[in-house]
Structure formats: structure tokens, C-alpha cells
Nanobody, 117 residues
């Protein structure tokens, strides 16, 4: 499985962006998919994840503002980001794993999100 993230860019505080993560090479409909981010000088952190049944989980810092979704027919996962804040500035990565209890072991390249104040 290969993952390709896209959709990053520069946006003002309060704006919105939608990130996409396209999977290729194999179906990911049964995989747990996630979005992570890494801000300059900080550790990578989990942002959101979604399992094959559509159940989701979010970091407290993005609850109510970000929405993760998946389109299994297109093998694509999305991250809708609303009400963006400067602290959301980071490189965002999509990831996949074939078991809820395992670590994410398939990673895409990052897409950069910059939120200006």
C-alpha cells in the first residue's frame, strides 16, 4: 500500500482546508486510517483516526473543528479542517494499519499546512 497526501497550503486563522490521502497498491477498506501532524520543533502527534466501520477518534485539540472521513470506493481518506488556528500549523501525514491494536506502519509523505495569524 502506498499513501499520497495532498491538500495542504496557506490559510488565514479561521479558514478551512481539506486534506486528502489517496491509497494505491492495495485496498485499504479494512484498514484503520489516521492523520498525524508534526509542528516545527515538536513531536509528531495523532490528530484523528477512523476504522473500517467509520468509527472515529480525535485529539482533544481538534475536536469539533476537524472531521475525518473515508471513501472506501475511492480508497481515499479526508481530513476536513475548519476554524484553523496558528497552532494547527504543521506537516500533516496520513497513515494506515491493518489492525486497531497495532502501530501505524504505512505512511504517506507529508503535506504542509500553514495558518497565518
Amino acid at each position: 500500500v502506498q499513501l499520497q497526501a495532498s491538500g495542504g497550503g496557506l490559510v488565514q486563522t479561521g479558514g478551512s482546508l481539506r486534506l486528502s490521502c489517496a491509497a494505491s497498491g492495495s485496498t485499504v477498506s479494512s484498514y484503520v486510517m489516521g492523520w498525524y501532524r508534526q509542528a516545527p520543533g515538536k513531536e509528531r502527534e495523532s490528530v484523528a483516526l477512523i476504522n473500517s466501520g467509520g468509527n472515529t477518534d480525535y485529539a482533544d485539540s481538534v475536536k469539533g473543528r476537524f472531521t475525518i472521513s473515508r471513501d472506501n470506493a475511492k480508497t481515499t481518506v479526508y481530513l476536513q479542517m475548519n476554524s484553523l488556528k496558528p497552532e494547527d500549523t504543521a506537516v500533516y501525514y496520513c497513515a494506515a494499519k491493518d489492525s486497531y491494536y497495532s502501530n501505524f506502519d504505512i505512511w504517506g509523505q507529508g503535506t504542509e499546512v500553514t495558518v497565518s495569524s
